[in-house]
């Protein structure tokens, strides 16, 4: 089983990013996938979340209205579209799969925004 991700890096504030995350090993359809993120002292805390099927998104407060999960089962692949950035975005950012009580995590991808 693996998930990596990719498309982190360093981007000013009000900037852009599309993170990607690729899993193999496991029939990703069937899972719930999320995006997780972990800023240097605090607690990893769930960002957004996408059903396995046709159901609703959910969000952080933080940031909604900024940031996009969406998933492409074809490519066994979830992304997050992370628009209108701000320096307290900077964080690790993971990816999550979950059915039932199995759950993989990805290794993360540093987020950091900055001027």
């Known amino acids: 089983v693996q998930l990596v991700e990719s498309g982190g890096g360093l981007v000013q504030p009000g900037g852009s990013l599309r993170l990607s995350c690729a899993a193999s090993?496991?029939?990703?359809?069937?899972?719930?996938m999320s995006w997780y993120r972990q800023a240097p002292g605090n607690e990893r805390e769930l960002v957004a979340r996408?059903?396995?099927?046709?159901?609703?998104?959910n969000y952080a407060d933080s940031v909604k209205g900024r940031f996009t999960i969406s998933r492409d089962n074809a490519k066994n692949t979830v992304y997050l579209q992370m628009n209108s950035l701000k320096p307290e975005d900077t964080a690790v950012y993971y990816c999550n799969g979950r059915f039932g009580f199995l759950t993989y995590w990805g290794q993360g991808t540093q987020v950091t925004v900055s001027s």
């Open positions: 090993g496991f029939t990703f359809s069937r899972y719930a």
């Open positions: 996408i059903p396995s099927a046709a159901g609703s998104t």
